[in-house]
């Protein structure tokens, strides 16, 4: 929190601007006072107009003119990412691999701040060229348009199929088109054969088949599913080359989901407590994993579930954005699992968590980083811990 001169929301600044920080913005300074700002890049010099600015705390602005631009800038290719626009995506302004290192950066900055830890982070691209790859939404619709928010807003960015959302697939938004008279948010799921469910509020999902190496898991459409086609078995591969010897094991697999490492666990020999509070969940987790007798779906939080559970040999976490939190993740530490592999959608959890598993006697023994959610600021990590 920065005291400075008054800025007022309108007003237009010019901005050095410094580092990326976590959220999708960099950080500059206006006599004294933290503005973070929206498409900008490091070493730019820009006009600037402020977008918030309450007294007492940093203001946010969006960069609306760039005098100095950064050697990585490129055109933005769609016609949403703007000043006052979509809030889906933060960087389509960084050539891909410039958003690599604002990324890794990000991540080795939240490490180093929040977990203790100084590593230098190597961003891994995921199969693909950066655009189309985003295979489930949740938009917003008034009865009459159907898309995403507007940055720190409610309102809805008109997507047309001559304006499409460029990070989804293209039937995507013409299936939102196609939506009228719902009021609320609308899953939309792009599927294999090309086609794209729509699940509006309060209506029964369909089943979707995902395939990850060959193995097939049933998800419900609005389900949490990682929406990059080539996420989970990304993911997956980096799980289990960071748990090579399953054979006898016992594993847990927290905040299971509909049981996908659980599955790759099971199948590599362990037997596998998989934990998951959602009851749409639970149900095809226990179908998908039907097959490994020696494995359980316990419906439930994991902070209530894990205290009666057999102690585990190794644990896999993959908590939602908030993270599993101190509570969660002193009672694995104190299981004794000689590996905990925390799979992490938000690298400031992973950060705060990586403290507290470090006090309770565990080491990051290695760190593997996709981006998994490109033009946008998201990442996955997925960390390896060692009891030492
Ligand atoms: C990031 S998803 C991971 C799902 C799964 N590992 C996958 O990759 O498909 C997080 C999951 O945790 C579940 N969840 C959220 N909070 C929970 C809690 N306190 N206890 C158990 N599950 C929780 C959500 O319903 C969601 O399925």
């Not at 590593?119 to 348009?145: I, K, Y």
């Not at 591969?237 to 099971?266: H, I, K, M, N, Q």
């Not at 494995?295 to 954005?321: F, Q, Y």
């Amino acid at each position: 929190v920065e005291d400075g001169p008054a800025l007022a929301v309108g007003d237009v600044v010019e901005l050095d601007i410094g580092p990326v920080a976590h959220g999708g913005h960099c950080v500059a300074r206006h006599e004294g006072r933290v503005v973070f700002v929206r498409h900008a890049l490091p070493g730019e010099r820009v006009f600037a107009r402020v977008t918030e600015a309450k007294p007492g705390s940093f203001a946010r602005a969006d960069a609306v003119d760039v005098l100095v631009p950064s050697a990585g800038r490129v055109a933005p290719p769609c016609v949403h990412f703007e000043p006052g626009g979509c809030g889906g995506c933060d960087f389509q302004h960084a050539s891909a691999d410039l958003q690599l290192t604002l990324k890794a950066t990000v991540v080795a900055e939240q490490l180093d701040r929040l977990g203790g830890i100084k590593r230098r982070v190597e961003m891994e691209a995921l199969p693909g060229d950066g655009f189309g790859w985003r295979t489930r939404v949740r938009w917003g619709s008034d009865g009459t348009v159907v898309g995403p928010r507007v940055y720190r807003s409610a309102a809805l960015v008109p997507v047309t199929t001559q304006a499409p959302c460029l990070i989804a697939p293209p039937g995507l938004t013409a299936a939102a088109r196609s939506v009228t008279g719902v009021v609320g948010e609308v899953v939309l799921t792009a599927v294999d054969d090309g086609s794209v469910l729509v699940t509006p509020p309060d209506a029964t999902p369909a089943t979707v088949v995902e395939t990850v190496f060959g193995r097939e898991f049933e998800v419900a459409a609005d389900g949490f599913w990682q929406v990059h086609p080539g996420a989970t078995e990304a993911l997956v591969d980096a799980v289990l080359e960071y748990l090579p010897d399953l054979t006898g094991r016992r594993g847990w697999d927290l905040y299971g989901g509909v049981g996908l490492f659980a599955a790759f666990l099971a199948d590599a020999g362990a037997d596998v407590d998989c934990v998951e509070a959602d009851p749409v969940g639970v149900e095809y987790a226990r179908r998908n994993l039907s097959a490994f007798t020696g494995s359980t779906v316990h419906a439930g939080r994991v902070e209530r579930v894990i205290g009666g559970l057999p102690a585990p040999d190794v644990v896999v976490l993959d908590p939602p954005r908030s993270g599993a939190g101190r509570a969660v993740c002193e009672a694995i530490a104190a299981t004794g699992p000689r590996t905990v592999v925390y799979v992490a959608c938000d690298p400031a959890a992973l950060g705060r968590d990586t403290a507290t598993l470090r006090a309770a006697g565990y080491d990051l023994g290695g760190l593997r980083a996709f981006d998994a959610f490109p033009q946008t600021h998201h990442v996955e990590c997925v960390a390896r811990f060692d009891r030492h």
